[in-house]
């Protein structure tokens, strides 16, 4: 009965290869995330989707491409990756997401090598 | 715009012993604020959080933390340090975002390490 979860939980790839990480979340919440945490442990929010809407987007790269078929999905597709992408990305979601009080729950993070 | 400092970047202490983890905030609004902790390749996990209620907040696992606005700070603490609080400690500022959306900021985090 996993609350918020990721697939695959590690990818490894080679340069200029296109691949997508997939989450799904069993809480009915309203809003989902996309985060990002490098080799120093930093984490700093990539996407933002309420009800299918985006509604944060941080200055990332437009190889970047998250998708929301529906509010319990957010899968995130990456385009010609690069040595940079090579880092942990967390998933999460909240109840509605525009109250500054609405706890985030997180998945186990995919670890993402590009080599 | 908002940010938060995590003063140290590595805590050790002794089992048994109390722990202190230290961390600033700035924020334009009335903020929310989170801990958050990771173990070892493991996803984050709430710890607790102040919405502008009680000024000190307890959390899991004996966990509590002080919101204290005058000094901008939120540090948590526990009496007694275990074993298995090892791990790393975020502390996290919430804003509402350009967009409306609910936009966590996260501090660099702290290790905490546990000596038996």
């Known amino acids: 009965d996993t609350a918020v979860s990721q697939t695959p939980k590690y990818l490894v790839t080679q340069m200029g290869n296109d691949k997508s990480i997939k989450c799904e979340q069993n809480?009915?919440?309203?809003?989902m995330y996309w985060y990002k945490q490098d080799s120093k442990k930093f984490l700093k929010i990539m996407f933002s989707?309420?009800?299918?809407?985006?509604?944060i987007n941080e200055t990332v790269p437009n190889r970047f491409s998250p998708k929301s078929p529906d509010k319990a999905h957010l899968n995130l597709h990456i385009n010609s990756l690069e040595l940079g992408d090579s880092a942990v990305y967390f998933c999460?979601?909240?109840?509605?997401?525009?109250?500054?009080?609405?706890?985030?729950?997180f998945g186990p993070g995919t670890r993402l090598t590009v080599l | 715009a908002q940010s938060v400092t995590q003063l140290d970047s590595h805590v050790s202490v002794s089992e048994g012993t109390p722990v202190l983890l230290r961390c600033n905030y700035s924020?334009?609004?009335?903020?929310?604020l989170f801990w958050y902790v990771q173990h070892p390749n493991k996803g984050l996990q709430l710890l607790l959080k102040?919405?502008?209620?009680?000024?000190l907040v307890k959390g899991i696992n004996g966990f509590e933390a002080e919101f204290k606005k005058s000094e901008t700070s939120f540090h948590l603490t526990k009496p007694s340090a275990h074993m298995s609080d090892a791990a790393e400690y975020f502390c996290?500022?919430?804003?509402?975002?350009?967009?409306?959306?609910?936009?966590?900021?996260f501090g660099g985090g702290t290790r905490l390490m546990v000596k038996p």
């Open positions: 924020s334009s609004y009335s903020p929310s």
């Open positions: 989707y309420n009800n299918k809407e985006l509604i």
């Open positions: 809480l009915g919440h309203d809003t």
């Open positions: 996290v500022v919430s804003d509402r975002g350009r967009n409306a959306g609910n936009m966590l900021t």
């Open positions: 102040y919405t502008s209620a009680a000024t």
């Open positions: 999460a979601s909240s109840q509605d997401g525009l109250a500054g009080s609405d706890t985030q729950y």
